[in-house]
T-cell receptor
Framework: SAVISQKPSRDICQRGTSLTIQCQVDSQVTMMFWYRQQPGQSLTLIATANQGSEATYESGFVIDKFPISRPNLTFSTLTVSNMSPEDSSIYLC???????????FGPGTRLLVL | GQQLNQSPQSMFIQEGEDVSMNCTSSSIFNTWLWYKQDPGEGPVLLIALYKAGELTSNGRLTAQFGITRKDSFLNISASIPSDVGIYFCAGGTGTASKLTFGTGTRLQVTL
């Protein structure tokens, strides 16, 4: 499995500001995904990060709120824009290879919005 | 979005006991995965299942892909304290697989 790192590991932010989370993989992967895990809850897919094109968002998530970049096969960013306390969650990136059903997760970014 | 139903929601067991948990869906999945999440960590993949009826083991863990493709179960034998955590099932469709996660089972082990 790939080694996945995320930065920052945690942050405390003021409402109305934005935070960009980075996800770095130690090898090229075809598929990268971003998930949100609200306190005490399960994981919900935000979007699939597509290399060289716009991300594919799930129902309930929009590009203006969660812009995503994926400039190459080893790196992606997720921005949480105009934050409110309801955005306090763990944000996780995951990677997979096309043709394989498995995904491997990064350690997560713990965000608290005051 | 859809979530898969996991049961039990939580369980307290004694060290050495066997554990069984399951995951059910109203939809068919082509892949079933089981993850464990420790506090402050991302989920770690335990077992992957790719075929209906498949039974797969990983050490003390055994998981099965239900023949209807709408359910899966995970068994842990002879539990130990480090088994404590939250276990999530996840269903995947297609090879480029987005995953749908279960609601989670919180396992606590007493000595």
């Amino acid at each position: 499995s790939a080694v996945i790192s995320q930065k920052p590991s945690r942050d405390i932010c003021q409402r109305g500001t934005s935070l960009t989370i980075q996800c770095q993989v130690d090898s090229q992967v075809t598929m990268m995904f971003w998930y949100r895990q609200q306190p005490g809850q399960s994981l919900t897919l935000i979007a699939t990060a597509n290399q060289g094109s716009e991300a594919t968002y799930e129902s309930g998530f929009v590009i203006d709120k969660f812009p995503i970049s994926r400039p190459n096969l080893t790196f992606s960013t997720l921005t949480v824009s105009n934050m409110s306390p309801e955005d306090s969650s763990i944000y996780l990136c995951s990677v997979g290879r096309e043709g394989m059903g498995t995904q491997y997760f990064g350690p997560g970014t713990r965000l608290l919005v005051l | 979005g859809q979530q898969l139903n996991q049961s039990p929601q939580s369980m307290f067991i004694q060290e050495g006991e066997d554990v069984s948990m399951n995951c059910t869906s109203s939809s068919i999945f082509n892949t079933w995965l089981w993850y464990k999440q420790d506090p402050g960590e991302g989920p770690v993949l335990l077992i992957a299942l790719y075929k209906a009826g498949e039974l797969t083991s990983n050490g003390r863990l055994t998981a099965q892909f239900g023949i209807t493709r709408k359910d899966s179960f995970l068994n842990i034998s002879a539990s130990i304290p480090s088994d404590v955590g939250i276990y999530f099932c996840a269903g995947g469709t297609g090879t480029a697989s987005k995953l749908t996660f279960g609601t989670g089972t919180r396992l606590q082990v007493t000595l």
